[in-house]
């Protein structure tokens, strides 16, 4: 079981430039999420997906889309990277039901982005 | 404003001593709360969590937390701390009735601890 994967581990870009987060899960956990990591600030949420299909916004949202691709994965996208996205990304899983049931959620290593 | 506060940003202990991390919330009557280490570089690894039940919780690495509903808050504690700790601690907590994207973290204690 390798849990939460993240790709890359490591990313530096220039302002304007687009990539995509690569995160995968091999628990089955029907809910995923992204966050961002910023010294002084703890981590806060960008988007989640409660299930295949769906995807909602978190506290932070602007600046970043994701698509939940199947069960497996949820993919973050920058579209026009900005010096203020620089930070470190989490995804996590976890097995929070369809009706809202809370659980706890399993972390990636994480993904450290730097904009130039 | 709702929030979760980790009052102390950075502790220095003493190898052998007794630990405390404070974490206090401002959510509804029962929260689910959680705390998660994280080493340098590293991602976050769940030391324990709480949903209901015994108010005390005991976690991994000797780890443990007591849920106190009169004073909203959910302490970490440790009986004798080992150079490995040295960690950055972070509160979290998913609100009464929270939706699944509602967990809520504090700032985060940055453990460090001398020989």
């Known amino acids: 079981n390798a849990g939460v994967t993240q790709t890359p581990k490591f990313q530096v870009l220039k302002t304007g430039q687009s990539m995509t987060l690569q995160c995968a899960q091999d628990?089955?956990?029907?809910?995923m999420y992204w966050y961002r990591q910023d010294p002084g600030m703890g981590l806060r949420l960008i988007y989640y997906s409660a299930s295949e299909g769906t995807t909602d916004k978190g506290e932070v949202p602007n600046g970043y889309n994701v698509s939940r691709l199947n069960k497996r994965e949820f993919s973050l996208r920058l579209e026009s990277a900005a010096p203020s996205q620089t930070s470190v990304y989490f995804c996590?899983?976890?097995?929070?039901?369809?009706?809202?049931?809370?659980?706890?959620?399993?972390f990636g290593p994480g993904t450290r982005l730097t904009v130039l | 404003a709702q929030s979760v506060t980790q009052p102390d940003i950075h502790i220095t202990v003493s190898e052998g001593a007794s630990l405390e991390l404070r974490c206090n919330y401002s959510y509804g009557a029962t929260p689910y709360l959680f705390w998660y280490v994280q080493s340098p570089g590293q991602g976050l690894q769940l030391l324990l969590k709480?949903?209901?039940?015994?108010?005390l919780v005991q976690g991994i690495k000797g780890f443990e937390a007591e849920f106190k509903r009169s004073q909203s808050s959910f302490n970490l504690r440790k009986p004798s701390v080992h150079w490995s700790d040295a960690a950055e601690y972070f509160c979290a907590v998913i609100p009464d009735g929270g939706s699944q994207g509602n967990l809520i973290f504090g700032k985060g204690t940055k453990l460090s601890v001398k020989p």
């Open positions: 628990m089955n956990h029907n809910s």
């Open positions: 709480y949903f209901s039940g015994d108010t």
């Open positions: 996590a899983s976890s097995d929070a039901g369809l009706a809202g049931t809370a659980d706890t959620q399993y």
